[in-house]
């Protein structure tokens, strides 16, 4: 049954995705499913963008060519990613000015990691390595996403992000190959990100208790993304020699993993504006907006 | 080949290229701004491969001198975090860059003159985009009065046999060029957070 | 304004839609989609459209039963059968 043939109703639609049924832009959808809809993209939108500021002042104190070109080229991707998301945000009913709008005046969120410092060049590796890793196993489950025009731009975002995490890995294997100095950046910087890693993909709401999942605009419970994360890299971490700061993590026999419980309470405070460099952040975002909206005013006007 | 001209082209590449890249995430527009930093990247690349014709090191020589040994043009050096100088100092730049590889493009030394015809058709993108925004600005009275800031130091960007073709591109009367030779005190600053990292380790750290 | 881009991921293949760029104009847009859909050499040509030039076509009337010009249309497993018992060529299979 094509998505044109269903009656304007909750409940088919609702049976339709769970059935795998695609959408498209200019298909009838519950108010509920466009708002939900909205609400996720574009807060993935703006994570990617500010996503680029912890790692952007590392591009200018990159310490060799190849760095500096690969790390530009990584955030590059980031900043493509954001556009690719804010046009299925617009065309969704949401323009992308009242998204920044919304980002800048903290009423958006963006995710969690992206409210932390960077400090050293360690910290270059593991966000390269391990945020674009947990990043990544959530995306490949939006390949599935029932909204088709997210679920599209997904294959070109996931196609980007495996540069990433090899570039990461490369950081850190020169590092922990190189003095013990260098080895020592990357275990501390993986001291700090471990716990908002951990936090990422969000507290264990059971799949049918969550809309997101009912509404098959996330294909995967966030437990099972963040069990797919540990699964994949942590045996990466431990190869190296270095060690991740949760005495009780192990996988079980029957291949779960078991960890200390992650501060939920510290995700929450982070994800609604208080994390430790968000207003630094948001104050950039919007010094530069402001100044440069006489350029879009030029430029973009008829 | 005349090492210290390649030199200087090698040095404004980097220093452009390293100008440039701090606006990745933060330029007017998303779609401007993956574009410019594609254009940051060309540079750098563009750095690395004149580097290597004088060095077997690329890095060292663009890393490891002491900031007055930088052959840079003050032009490239100005900190300019703001769109209207950005831009300015951009089509300046590539209008500037176009005369110099026209040269270079006859260059008795092959491997010269191959590496400047290479570069050339990588340009063909930059100055697309630098005259584009040149189109859209030029009544724009911001553009205008950055252009003419920049004026002194683009001329300065060539050697003094090729600013006649400069003058004549740019449609602005010639006036004393701000010379390469001297530093602008935004050098050290830069010079010092680009090598932070690097100097943090012993010579010749793997990165 | 919006354009809509296809790219030609290796030449002989077919124009596929790959998303939207806002622009003043077609320069513009050029400047943009070239970097956004080709900087990794992931396309070798590309269209751009204006959103306003596309026009949208999506439901067909299927009142009649028109099978007889499509493959599912045709079944011929049974009188296959028949034709080979007849023939004798049954058992050959």
């Known amino acids: 049954m094509a998505a044109a043939e269903i009656p304007h109703d909750e409940q088919a639609f609702l049976e339709y995705v769970q059935s795998g049924g695609q959408v498209e832009t200019t298909d009838w959808m519950p108010d509920e499913y466009r708002r939900l809809l909205i609400k996720f993209i574009e807060m993935h ?20 060519l190849q760095r500096k070109l690969a790390l530009t080229a990584k955030v590059q991707d980031e900043v493509g990613h954001s556009q690719l998301i804010y046009r299925v945000v617009e065309d969704l009913g949401k323009p992308r000015e009242q998204c920044l709008a919304d980002l800048v005046d903290g009423k958006a969120k963006f995710h969690n990691v992206f409210h932390y410092p960077t400090k050293t060049w360690g910290d270059v590796g593991v966000i390269a390595w391990l945020v674009d890793a947990a990043a990544i196993i959530s995306q490949k489950a939006l390949l599935k996403c029932s909204y088709a025009p997210y679920a599209r731009i997904m294959k070109k975002i996931c196609w980007e992000e495996s540069f990433h995490i090899l570039h990461g890995r490369d950081v850190i294997l020169a590092m922990v190959t190189g003095t013990p100095e260098q080895f020592e950046l990357v275990q501390e910087a993986l001291n700090r990100w471990w716990p908002p890693l951990m936090q990422f993909h969000g507290n264990p709401i059971p799949k049918d208790e969550d809309p997101m999942y009912q509404w098959r605009i996330k294909s995967q419970g966030n437990g099972e993304a963040r069990q797919q994360f540990l699964d994949g890299y942590v045996p990466q971490i431990w190869e190296l020699g270095l060690t991740v700061p949760d005495p009780k993590l192990r996988k079980r026999d029957d291949g779960e993993w078991e960890f200390s419980e992650p501060d939920w309470d510290e995700l929450k405070q982070v994800v609604t504006g208080h994390g430790p460099k968000t207003e630094e952040r948001l104050a950039l975002r919007r010094h530069f907006l402001e100044q440069e909206q006489w350029v879009r005013d030029v430029v973009l006007a008829a | 080949m005349n090492e210290q001209a390649l030199l200087g082209i090698a040095d404004d590449e980097l220093i452009i290229g390293w100008r440039d890249s701090e606006w990745t995430g933060i330029a007017p527009m998303l779609e401007e701004d993956v574009a410019f930093s594609s254009i940051a990247q060309n540079e750098i690349g563009h750095a690395r491969a004149v580097y290597s014709l004088l060095s ?8 490891d001198r002491d900031p007055e040994e930088y052959r840079s043009a003050p032009l490239v050096e100005l900190h300019l975090l703001e769109w ?6 951009r089509w300046l730049y590539e209008v500037a860059d176009e005369v110099r590889l026209t040269a270079l493009k006859d260059d008795p030394d092959a491997a010269v003159s191959g590496l400047a015809a290479k570069i050339d ?4 993108y930059h100055r697309m985009h630098a005259e584009m925004w040149h189109d859209r600005l030029r009544d724009e009275p911001r553009f205008r009065a950055a252009v003419e800031d920049l004026w002194p130091y683009a001329l300065g960007v060539l050697p003094a046999e090729l600013r006649g073709e400069l003058v004549e591109r740019v ?5 004393d060029a701000i010379e390469r030779g001297t530093h602008t005190d935004e050098l050290v600053p830069l010079w010092e957070e680009m090598t932070v990292v690097r100097r943090s380790a012993p010579a010749g750290a793997q990165w | 304004m919006i354009y809509e ?5 290796r030449r002989g293949q077919p124009f596929e839609h790959a998303g939207s760029v806002e622009a003043p104009d077609a320069d513009f847009a050029e400047a943009w989609a070239r970097e956004q859909y080709g900087r990794r050499g992931e396309s070798v040509a590309l269209w751009l459209v204006p959103r306003d030039a596309i026009r949208d076509v999506e439901d067909w009337a299927d009142e009649f039963d028109l099978k007889y010009r499509r493959v599912d249309g ?3 497993k049974a009188r296959l059968k028949e034709a080979r018992e007849r023939a004798g060529t049954a058992g050959d299979r």
């Open chain 2, 171 to 175: 449609g602005l009367a010639e006036v």
């Open chain 2, 121 to 124: 058709r990588e340009e063909a």
């Open chain 2, 84 to 89: 209207a100088h950005t831009i300015a100092r």
């Open chain 1, 45 to 64: 939108g703006n994570s990617e963008l500010m996503g680029v500021l912890p790692e952007r002042e590392w591009i200018l104190r990159a310490p060799t």
């Open chain 3, 5 to 9: 881009v296809f790219r030609q991921e």
């Open chain 3, 74 to 76: 045709y079944s011929i």
């Open chain 2, 56 to 63: 077997g090191d690329a890095d060292a020589l663009a890393f």
